[in-house]
């Protein structure tokens, strides 16, 4: 009889992380939860030009933890990464063309000061 350790991948020989990566990667999108929701309560921060890029950041990053350990994108075959990945870069890509448009022709119309 054949032992079947924790770190044992499926049967068709693919890497699953285990328990202790779930565990890890949830403190850290818990930390990164708790600075989001405490940025808001900081009204120098909130205030701030950094506010938006660094909110951005933190969300792509919680993005990309969640999409490549619990959806198990990371251990997926190349061909469902880039199936998922080339698209998200299309349309992340189109956002920040329309919010560069959108903000200028605010500017333009003197919508902002």
């Known amino acids: 009889m ?44 909130e205030t701030s030009w950094i506010y938006v890029p660094s909110m951005l950041f933190l969300s792509t990053i919680k993005f990309t933890l969640v999409v490549m350990y619990y959806m198990h994108l990371k251990y997926d075959h190349k061909l469902f990464r880039s199936l998922f990945t080339g698209p998200l870069i299309v349309a992340a890509l189109t956002l920040i063309g329309l919010m560069f448009l959108f903000s200028k022709l605010s500017i333009r119309l003197g919508l902002l000061s």
């Open 2 to 45: 054949a032992s079947h350790s924790a770190t044992a991948g499926h049967a068709d020989g693919h890497d699953h992380p285990t328990w202790s990566t779930y565990w890890k990667i949830a403190v850290i999108l818990f930390v990164i939860t708790a600075i989001e929701v405490s940025a808001f309560y900081i009204p120098a921060w």
